[in-house]
């Protein structure tokens, strides 16, 4: 096992990051509360299971298309101003879907969702990259997860039981929240004036992605990374309130609950997850983090008993947050502090939202003929699959200019 060298002082989280992590809470809070009423929300226009889950794969296509714009964006303006921007257009087009009548219009508005969100990811994720300290990258990468965690962990929850007054409802919440968090980053994060490298500004070389492509650790984030986005990010969101509502009695209100569960699954793992990851380095958390989600994962879609259903969400999620601090930490490190890491940021953006493009509509085609056990245990595959990509790779391999 590697051991990274540590400093006798840890440096402060700078003041930028705290901005973000505070800012990712709200944005949690609010996705979770749509979480486990879109797919149901689709399929209340009379469409299957992979066309309700297309709704959640769509806003990561739009996702996918759109990244390397949000990664030069990202390179041109800086991050503050992308960052804000992508919020609130996630903001107007999540009020929208309120609104939809029709299949066809929520689609379209999901859609737009995903210009805004993937604006905003990029932008948070290159300015950790430029901010973060490297002794405490792992750390920090826990604590950012963490407030999505927390958030995921009320918000689903709270979805759920909304579902009794309708499913637009919670749209009209999140958009609101999403509004907040818009606030929040433009009053604390743009009117920071500092100098040096923490200014709006940046003009520090971009890092071309044939560069990062270079770091082994950076292709096996890559794979890691469509894994995760396949179950995490797709079937996990689109493919489990399905089936909770196929197999059990008040599916909606336990979809919500496992959703939840998930998210404080995660949350244990991170409180130990980034210091691991700073201490230990990236590959061991990835391989015993995603092999255990995957696993898990393999096994929700084989359970029709209440109790086992919670308790494999939990593992999952647990097995999830132990593996993403890293993996984040390893994109990071990539980077390094001497370039704008905006192009190689939507490089791994895109190889997750492959991933959540994908997962659903694969899955849910599965669970259309043969069932949610087969649907659930090939989403497993792909994260058994995505951890052996770290097989391979050894933390002494990274490049010296990633420092």
């Not at 500004?201 to 890092?207: I, K, Q, W």
């Amino acid at each position: 096992m590697t051991t990274l060298p540590t400093s006798a002082i840890t440096p402060p989280i700078p003041r930028e990051i705290k901005v973000l992590i505070a800012a990712a809470f709200v944005i949690a809070l609010g996705f979770g509360l749509i979480a486990p009423i879109l797919p149901q929300f689709a399929k209340s226009f009379d469409v299957g299971v992979a066309a309700a889950g297309f709704i959640v794969s769509v806003f990561a296509l739009t996702r996918l298309a759109f990244a390397p714009v949000s990664g030069r964006l990202t390179t041109a303006l800086s991050e503050p101003p992308v960052y804000v921007g992508g919020v609130l257009i996630v903001a107007v087009s999540t009020i929208l879907c309120g609104f939809a009548q029709d299949y066809v219009q929520l689609l379209v508005f999901r859609a737009a969702g995903g210009l805004g969100s993937t604006m905003f990811t990029v932008s948070a994720m290159s300015l950790i990259a430029r901010l973060a300290p490297p002794e405490i990258r792992g750390r920090i990468s826990g604590y950012y997860a963490g407030s999505f965690l927390i958030g995921n962990i009320v918000g689903p929850v709270v979805g759920g039981f909304l579902a009794v007054f309708g499913y637009r409802l919670p749209f009209f919440i999140y958009g609101g929240a999403l509004v907040i968090a818009a606030a929040i980053v433009y009053l604390s994060l743009l009117r920071v004036r500092t100098s040096g490298q923490r200014g709006p500004r940046d003009t520090r070389p971009a890092m071309p992605f044939a560069t990062a492509l270079k770091d082994p650790i950076y292709r096996a984030a890559l794979v890691s990374g469509f894994a995760n986005g396949w179950s995490n990010f797709g079937v996990r969101v689109a493919l489990v309130p399905l089936f909770a509502a196929q197999v059990f009695d008040d599916g909606a209100a336990l979809a919500g609950l496992s959703l939840g569960l998930f998210a404080i699954g995660n949350a244990v793992a991170l409180t130990i997850a980034g210091r691991v990851t700073d201490r230990h380095g990236r590959r061991m958390p990835v391989l015993v983090g995603l092999t255990v989600g995957s696993v898990a994962m393999a096994g929700i879609g084989l359970t029709d008993h209440e109790v086992l259903f919670i308790g494999l969400s939990i593992i999952a999620g647990a097995g999830i947050g132990f593996m993403n601090p890293a993996q984040q930490a390893a994109v990071a490190d990539t980077i390094g502090r001497e370039h704008n890491g905006g192009k190689v940021m939507a490089g791994f953006q895109m190889a997750t939202d492959g991933g959540a493009i994908l997962g659903p509509v694969v899955a849910g085609l599965i669970a259309d003929h043969w069932g949610f056990g087969w649907a659930f245990a090939i989403t497993g595959v792909i994260g058994l699959l995505g951890a052996a990509a770290w097989l391979s790779v050894r933390e002494s391999e990274r490049l010296p200019s990633t420092s």
